[in-house]
Structures are given as C-alpha cells and as structure tokens.
C-alpha cells in the first residue's frame, strides 16, 4: 500500500509559477511509476503528466508542454510538478497517483494509488 499526499497548491495570477509536491508513504516508491491529473469544476479528470522509474521518461499533455515539469526525488519518497506561465485554464484539483507496474502512462485506470488532491486557482 501507498498513500500519497499533495501540497503546494494555491491561488497564483496568469503568468505566475507554483510547485506541487506528493509525498508518498512506504519503502517502494521508487518501483512506481507516477503521474499527475487534474480535475476541473464539471469536467472530468484529466492527465498532465507522467514520468518513470527513475525519472528519465516523461510524457505531458499537449495543453501543458514546455510550461510544466514532472520529476522526482526518490531518496525524499518525493514527486512535483513545476508549474510555470499558469493560466486561468489551468485551475484545477490536482493529484498525484502511482502505478505499480513501474511504466508511465496517460491512462487514468491503470493508477493503483491516489492522493486527495490539492487545488490550484490561476486569477486572470
């Protein structure tokens, strides 16, 4: 079992930067592969990115490539989302979820664990 905790959200304006962090529970973290989703107000969760293993394989959404940058720190159990010239469209609940399969995916099914979220509001 993991458990997984988001922070780091928040209200920013247009243009600005926030960096989420997921801390995860457990001596495995580094077997999982990780990603990031959002979901904003009525619409369904979406993927933003993904990265492996080890960090060296990354994918993101169309909508937030080369704004945003997946990495982590497996020594700290650690995952964040550098989230820079944010836009008003880019708010959202955000979580973090692990897969244990260890291969970075865009597919929301194939994540085992999930945080609770946290909220990120980007003022125009």
């Known amino acids: 079992q993991v458990q997984l905790v988001e922070s780091g959200g928040g209200l920013v304006q247009a243009g600005g930067s926030l960096r989420l962090s997921c801390v995860a529970s457990?001596?495995?973290?580094?077997?999982?592969?990780m990603g990031w989703f959002r979901q904003a107000a009525g619409k369904e969760r979406e993927f933003v990115a993904t990265?492996?293993?080890?960090?060296?394989?990354?994918y993101y959404a169309d909508s937030v490539k080369g704004r945003f940058t997946i990495s982590r720190d497996n020594a700290k159990n650690t995952m964040f989302l550098q989230m820079n010239s944010l836009k008003p469209e880019d708010t959202a609940v955000y979580y973090c979820?692990?897969?244990?399969?260890?291969?970075?995916?865009?597919?929301?099914?194939?994540?085992?664990?999930w945080g609770q979220g946290t909220q990120v509001t980007v003022s125009s």
């Open positions: 979820a692990a897969d244990e399969r260890g291969l970075p995916t865009t597919r929301e099914y194939e994540y085992d664990y």
């Open positions: 457990g001596r495995t973290f580094s077997t999982y592969a």
């Open positions: 990265l492996s293993r080890g960090g060296g394989t990354t």
